[in-house]
Every structure is written in structure tokens, then in C-alpha cells.
């Protein structure tokens, strides 16, 4: 009695070619839309952020100019990121030729590492505002915003061109059969990659939130305990909402960054290397990416001037002429 159970190959017609999994129509059908749905709300959502920033000229600040870098990172990741690599989970090949499997990890890093390098500058940029409100904007200027953004970009791309420098100069890339692309990474540089892309910036996010948790606990009791009779209870109000405002939009970013980025590092440190062609890695490696679908809500959507440049963008208020000069802040902020 013959065998005749059914292999399905990546390629086909080429020997060698690595097995895809098997799964039914249904199956391929939900995990596609779920794909499609995670991958266009991460581009939508920094989209809108994208366009706000750009179109109305009363949020080009400084703090903004940092927004727009973070989002322009992250929709990059829904964008590129997303796709390729939801795809290669669903059907476990790599359908994208050589030339991409040296580009993409490249591609991978550097908006990863870029994404990272804003959130770290946005927190710099809160943590000074909070704690010297009157100096800030001598302190904090356009041209220093754009220096913080450059930096963030070109030492991202330097940093991933030095720690896949093996991988960019490997004659083909790794892989043990056709329609595979393997990212193996010297042991050595996962640690150094689990300092600067996990240790130092998450270290430096969670003592800047301690601070300004600290600051505003400080201040709250300071204005419980000065009563100052030419100053009313709704202005009493007013400074406590914004204070705490302040802390719990930046203890939302650091509960969102640990539980986005722990789980990773903590399989790579177990496994002894980055290699996509582990499950639990790749399965990991999304609660990283879905960080950049998390970034626009934590940041912009906590914010009211957000929630007035979507309906004025929603509505196609943009198209008028006058529309970049609109305030977008309401009156209570």
C-alpha cells in the first residue's frame, strides 16, 4: 500500500525546496484578514498622526516634530515589517528572492532601532517639560528636535549595518533549503544588542517616568498644602490634571514598552541566538512590532488636539485652503 500523504513545497519545481505548513482554506482566510487588520490600523493610526503634524501649522513644535518621527518609524513597521513577515509566518517561506533577505533584516532594525530612539528623545522632551516648565522652550527648539531626529535615524541605521554586518557579507544568505531567509546573529551581539536596544533605553524611559511620577506627587502636595486665597479650586484642578496627566501618559508608555519588548529578549537570551526560523522568536518578535500599532495611541490619542485634527481629516476640512492655520487645541487644554 503506497504513501500517500501530501507535502506541500515552497517552490515547486526546485529541488531542495523547504515544506510549507498545511492548513485549511479557512485557516489561511482568517489569518490574512487578522494580518491585513493589524498591518492597516498600525498605517492608519500613525498616518493620521503623520498628517496632523504636517498639515496644521499650530502643532509644529518641538514635542510634535518627535511625534511625527515616531510615527513616520512606526508606519514603517505596518507598512514593510508587518507584511513580509506576517506572511512568512502563515506560510513558513520566503517567497521575496535573495536580494531582499539581505535587505530586509536591514530594513527590520533600522526602523525598530529608529522607533526606539524617538520614544527615548519623546521622553527626554516630557521629562523637561514637566520638570522646568518656565526654561523649556529656550531649552527645546526646532533645530534640536530635527538634531534629536537625525541622530535617531542615522545612528539606527549605522548601529544595524555594524551588528548584520555578518549577515550583509555572507556570498548568499543563510538558509538550509529553498524559500527560507535565516537572521543568525553572533551570540555576542545579542548581548550587545540586548544593552543598547533593550537595557539603556528602557533604563532611561523608566527613570525619567520615576521622576516625573515623583515631581508630580511633589507638586500635588505642594498645592494641597499652600492655600493661596487668589487662587481658585478649579485652578487647583486644573494643575493636578495636568501634572498626573503627564505621569500617567508616560507610565502608559513604560507598561506598554515592557510588555512589548520583555518577552523577546528573554526568548533570544533562552534560545542563544535570533534565528527566524524559530516559532516561538517569530511569534515573540510581534509584540514588538505590535508596539508601533500602540505608539500613536498612547501618544496622540491621549492628547485633544489629536482628537480634533481626525475629525477635521475625517471630514476632508484639510482641503480647505485656510485649513493649516485651524486651531486645533480646544479651549479648556
Known amino acids: 500500500m503506497g504513501d500517500h ?29 487578522l494580518l491585513f487588520l493589524i498591518s492597516a490600523s498600525t498605517v492608519f493610526l500613525n498616518l493620521l498622526v503623520v498628517i496632523a503634524v504636517s498639515h496644521f501649522k499650530q502643532l509644529h513644535t518641538p514635542t510634535n516634530l518627535l511625534l511625527l518621527s515616531l510615527a513616520v518609524a512606526d508606519l514603517l513597521v505596518g507598512f ?32 525598530i532601532s529608529a522607533s526606539l530612539g524617538n520614544l527615548v528623545f519623546i521622553s527626554v522632551d ?25 541622530f535617531s535615524w542615522f545612528g539606527s541605521f549605522v548601529y544595524s549595518v555594524l551588528i548584520l554586518s555578518n549577515h550583509l557579507l555572507q556570498p548568499e544568505p543563510h538558509r538550509t533549503c529553498h524559500g527560507e531567509c535565516l537572521l543568525v546573529i553572533n551570540f555576542s551581539w545579542i548581548i550587545a544588542d540586548l544593552f543598547v536596544s533593550f537595557t539603556v533605553p528602557c533604563s532611561i524611559v523608566i527613570c525619567l517616568y520615576l521622576k516625573i511620577f515623583s515631581m508630580a506627587k511633589h507638586q500635588t502636595l505642594a498645592i494641597n498644602s499652600v492655600r493661596n486665597p487668589g487662587m481658585t479650586t478649579n485652578e487647583n484642578v486644573k494643575i493636578r490634571k495636568s501634572v498626573n496627566k503627564a505621569a500617567r501618559t508616560l507610565g502608559i508608555l513604560v507598561a506598554v ?17 535570533i534565528s527566524s526560523s524559530s516559532f516561538i522568536v517569530t511569534f515573540l518578535s510581534w509584540t514588538m512590532y505590535m508596539n508601533s500599532c500602540m505608539n500613536p495611541l498612547i501618544y496622540a490619542l491621549f492628547y485633544p488636539w489629536f482628537r480634533v485634527s481626525i475629525k477635521h481629516i475625517l471630514t476632508l476640512g484639510i482641503l480647505d485652503p485656510t485649513s493649516p492655520y485651524y486651531s486645533v487645541y480646544p479651549d479648556d487644554v
Not at 513545497?9 to 526546485?14: R, S
Not at 510588555?259 to 533570544?268: A, D, G, Q, R
Open 80 to 111: 514593510l515589517v508587518m507584511p513580509v513577515e506576517g506572511m512568512r509566518l502563515i506560510e513558513r517561506c520566503w517567497y521575496f528572492g535573495d536580494t531582499f533577505c539581505y535587505i530586509f533584516p536591514l530594513i527590520l532594525f533600522v526602523v
Open 126 to 150: 516630557r521629562y523637561i517639560a514637566v520638570s522646568n516648565a518656565l526654561n523649556y522652550y529656550s531649552y527645546i527648539t526646532l533645530n534640536k528636535a530635527v538634531l534629536c531626529i537625525f
Open 5 to 33: 500523504t501530501v507535502v506541500n513545497y515552497c517552490f515547486q519545481t526546485l529541488n531542495n525546496s523547504c515544506t510549507k505548513d498545511i492548513r485549511a482554506q479557512g485557516e489561511y482566510i482568517i489569518l490574512y484578514v
Open 257 to 273: 514598552y515592557l510588555l512589548c519588548w520583555i518577552p523577546y529578549y528573554v526568548s533570544i537570551l533562552a534560545n542563544g541566538s
